[in-house]
């Protein structure tokens, strides 16, 4: 079970983070030195992934034109000598081979991954949601790809959540196979407190078989009238093995303000340039709270 490609829906207007994002993509908003889509597409790129596509929509415009070459800036920066810029701004192009199509209609995550099946054809397939970053020592869609691979199941990332959060999330009804991988049997979107399953929600990682698009397409709108991508795995895992892993690794919602300062705060932190000296400004500061 070879995955080699990997979807990223990335279509969202970035109503969370307004105004901010009134005319860049939420996507490029910048994550201490690059722009936070990259961290995604480099997580998959070392989980083995070749192929990316990318979901876009109006306005997403920019993240088309970083990840391509520019020939006048490389220049310039060749000829001043500055090699070491010159190689960030080269690097996102050489990553892998990635492609871009529009939603075209704002009908939820279900439709925006139903829109790659030419691009999958018949293989699996990773699906990384473009606001979430992960901070992990083995990257978070490849621990996916191994238990995907060991069961011979589609897998979704998961991690516990606080009852109070559930409710914007998904719940799992699971099964134990080995300390942190689980048998999912059902599921439900967005559940209220007496249609729980678990605490077990999904947390923007999947690595999906490609039966998921027939079952996309015949999905009627769901929660909020949208497509809704839990209601296809719903009934995926009724049909086909699903595993659940939870995994290892910080997960981070830069599509809020409050999760976008976390990352950019705990990315600073680990970062060469920036973290000894953000340590001391903290310090600086918290002697004045």
Same mark, same amino acid.
């Given at each position: ?30 994550l201490v030195d690059r722009p936070v889509i ?41 000829? @001043? ?6 190689? +960030?701004? #080269?690097?996102? %192009?050489?990553?892998? &081979? /990635? *492609? ?62 606080? @009852? ?6 998904? +719940?799992? #009804?699971?099964? %134990?196979?080995?300390? &942190? /991988? *689980? ?29 998921i698009f027939d079952i996309l397409d015949g ?26 892993? @939870? ?39 918290s002697e004045l709270l």
């Amino acid at each position: 079970m070879k995955v080699r490609k990997a979807v990223i829906p990335a279509a969202g207007i970035g109503s969370r983070m307004l105004p901010a994002t009134k005319s860049i993509p939420k996507e490029m908003l910048p994550l201490v030195d690059r722009p936070v889509i990259q961290y995604i597409i480099e997580e998959a790129v070392a989980s083995g992934i070749e192929d990316i596509l990318i979901i876009t929509n109006r306005g997403k415009g920019p993240m088309e034109d970083y990840f391509d070459y520019f020939p006048e800036l490389e220049l310039r920066l060749e000829a @001043d000598k500055k090699y070491d810029y010159l190689n +960030s701004v #080269k690097r996102p %192009a050489d990553l892998a &081979n /990635i *492609y871009f199509l529009r939603q075209k209609e704002t009908r939820g995550l279900g439709h925006a991954v139903g829109r790659a099946r030419t691009f999958v054809g018949d293989e699996p397939f990773a699906v990384l949601l473009g606001d979430d970053i992960m901070k992990s020592k083995v990257p978070v869609t490849k621990q996916l790809i191994d238990a995907a691979e060991k069961y011979g199941a589609s897998a979704v990332g998961t991690q516990a959540v606080p @009852d109070e959060a559930l409710a914007r999330y998904s +719940s799992l #009804k699971i099964e %134990a196979l080995e300390e &942190n /991988i *689980y048998r999912v049997t059902d599921m439900v979107e967005k559940p209220k407190p007496s249609e729980r399953f678990s605490n077990y929600a999904i947390l923007g990682r999947y690595v999906l078989t490609p039966d998921i698009f027939d079952i996309l397409d015949g999905l009627e709108p769901g929660y909020g009238g949208e497509i809704q991508l839990t209601d296809g795995l719903k009934k995926l895992c009724a049909v086909s093995p699903m595993v659940a892993v @939870d995994f290892e690794g910080v997960r981070y919602d830069t599509g809020n303000l409050k999760g976008y300062l976390e990352a950019t705060i705990d990315f600073a932190l680990d970062h060469d340039e920036t973290g000894e000296w953000l340590r001391e400004y903290l310090k600086s500061k918290s002697e004045l709270l």
